[in-house]
């Protein structure tokens, strides 16, 4: 693990900057934060309009109950998915709770006129949501990367947020006999909240049909976002987040994997957000739900 990570590293942006960095969005638009709607429908898809200081209430409010709770993140590359994998677009269509991560919704959000109040991505939330769980001494499993990316998130995490209980970590390469003994170990822990790291869209079906067996109060499925927690990924500097260009970043450091997901898939989402728009409320020759 690097050794230089810490929870510094990762919340050098408050909620106020975030919301400062939205000014000019809202005056380009003739639009403030608080007259957005609270659900958005866009590409069929049914999106929670949440602030970042929203959805942590919620999540750790959640911790406190007996029911579950199922987070997708959704960016350009999920919407484009969910045109073609039917299985995947159901699976965020059940879920409690959907959020927008990225530029991409940003743009499609004004594009339909329907603002998105703040950008809600996991890479962001997670130390913000680890602190509060540390005020509070709750548990969490992590679940998915390459052999020794979760352990090396859970040296992250007790380094620097020594409340919260690391209830247990497993690699995301596994087979059915081994899954099976997964989850029972997740559900003998009883995790206030866990992270699966699959990828979109492996992570979000794989927490639908298992939530309920794990015992975990919070399931969340967070993409590439133990690369970063273990040190093995770097994120974009600050000043290209905030003008919404960490994309960017990405393909610069990996063009012969992003190159395609970033440059024709974002220009696709795009173009089928332009159809929905044209078409009123859905694309022409898409199903939606």
């Not at 406190?64 to 960016?75: D, G, M, T």
């Not at 000043?239 to 992003?258: A, K, S």
């Amino acid at each position: 693990m690097n050794d230089n990570i810490s929870q510094n590293s990762f919340t050098d942006e408050s909620d106020m900057d975030i919301a400062l960095h939205s000014i000019p969005d809202m005056v380009i638009e003739g639009e403030t934060v608080g007259i957005a709607p609270g659900i958005l429908r866009i590409l069929g898809l049914k999106i929670n309009n949440v602030t970042m200081s929203e959805i942590l209430d919620i999540i750790l409010d959640s911790m406190a109950k007996e029911s579950q709770l199922r987070i997708c993140f959704v960016n350009a590359d999920c919407g484009n998915i969910s045109f073609k994998n039917q299985m995947y677009r159901q699976c965020l269509l059940n879920a409690d709770l959907v959020l927008a991560d990225g530029i991409g919704f940003k743009i499609a959000g004004r594009m339909l006129k329907q603002n998105i109040r703040q950008n809600v991505n996991g890479t962001d939330m997670f130390p913000k949501l680890l602190a509060g769980m540390n005020d509070n001494n709750k548990s969490l499993y992590l679940l998915g990367g390459k052999q020794g990316v979760a352990a090396d998130v859970a040296a992250f995490v007790e380094k620097n947020f020594p409340g919260v209980k690391i209830a247990g970590f497993h690699h995301g390469y596994f087979d059915e006999e081994d899954e099976e003994k997964i989850i029972k170990e997740i559900h003998d822990s009883h995790p206030d909240c866990l992270l699966v790291a699959f990828g979109v869209p492996k992570q979000d079906l794989w927490i639908e049909k298992n939530l309920l067996n794990t015992n975990a109060k919070v399931a969340v499925g967070v993409g590439g976002l133990f690369d970063f927690f273990s040190g093995r990924a770097q994120r974009a500097p600050q000043w290209l987040r905030d003008i919404g260009l960490e994309w960017l970043y990405r393909l610069i450091q990996e063009p012969g994997r992003m190159w395609k997901r970033y440059l024709v898939g974002n220009a696709l989402f795009l173009w089928r957000t332009f159809r929905e728009k044209c078409a009123g409320s859905k694309c022409a020759g898409s199903k939606f739900d």
